[in-house]
Nanobody, 121 residues
Framework: DVQLVESGGGSVQAGGSLRLSCAAS????????MGWFRQAPGKEREGVAA?????????YGGDSMKGRFTLSQDTAKKEMYLQMESLKPEDTAMYYC??????????????WGQGTQVTVS
């Protein structure tokens, strides 16, 4: 069974930092992508950053997240991380770890973790 388990969320003041982790197991495909997504109340899920199996990292979110979020991966541990700096209240959301076959649409084809809440005040 595919399992994606996020951790590291919490409540921080604006300007603070958090590091999210995602532990993956049971992924059924070799050429897979993993990424971080977030969903604020009343809003659609949006991409934050993703990494392909070859290591290419793509950041989404434009200027709202640029330079503040860093995705990294420990392939040996099958873990992915999101370092978030200079957090803003608008970063408040449930953050999800997803994995999908590269080339597919993550919003319709990804496996998802249960999410970890990030609250910035």
């Amino acid at each position: 069974d595919v399992q994606l388990v996020e951790s590291g969320g919490g409540s921080v003041q604006a300007g603070g930092s958090l590091r999210l982790s995602c532990a993956a197991s049971g992924l059924p495909f070799v050429n897979f992508c993993m990424g971080w997504f977030r969903q604020a109340p009343g809003k659609e899920r949006e991409g934050v950053a993703a990494i392909a199996s070859g290591g290419l990292i793509t950041y989404y979110g434009g200027d709202s997240m640029k330079g503040r979020f860093t995705l990294s991966q420990d392939t040996a541990k099958k873990e992915m991380y999101l370092q978030m700096e200079s957090l803003k209240p608008e970063d408040t959301a449930m953050y999800y770890c997803g994995s999908w076959r590269c080339g597919m649409n993550p919003f319709s084809d990804a496996y998802w973790g249960q999410g970890t809440q990030v609250t910035v005040s």
